[in-house]
């Protein structure tokens, strides 16, 4: 279990410090996002040793039984046509 937790927040922290180093070189004017091809970018932020994080897919977590439904006045556009209760 400590483990895992540890994975997490180490991950988070790589995350938190590509954000930090990103945020600095383009004020800094060392990165320029502007006026440039997203390939560019991807490619100039490689070489710069920043470190590359996968797109998350928009799917749902597991169902989980026994677990509250979604509020009625919140619909959630994946779910709709399907019971708000996961478990049934």
């Known amino acids: 279990m400590q483990e895992v937790q540890l994975e997490t927040l180490q991950y988070e922290l790589l995350k938190v410090d590509n954000k ?3 945020i600095l070189g383009v ?3 060392e990165i320029i996002v502007n006026n440039r091809k997203r390939e560019d970018l991807l490619a100039d932020l490689k070489k710069r040793g920043f470190s590359p994080f996968p797109k998350k897919s928009k799917s749902l977590d597991p169902p989980v039984v026994g677990a509250d439904p979604l ?3 919140e619909e ?3 779910l709709v046509g399907e019971s708000h209760y996961w478990f049934v």
């Open 27 to 29: 004020v800094k004017g």
């Open 20 to 22: 930090v180093r990103f």
């Open 76 to 78: 959630n556009p994946e």
């Open 71 to 73: 509020p009625e006045n």
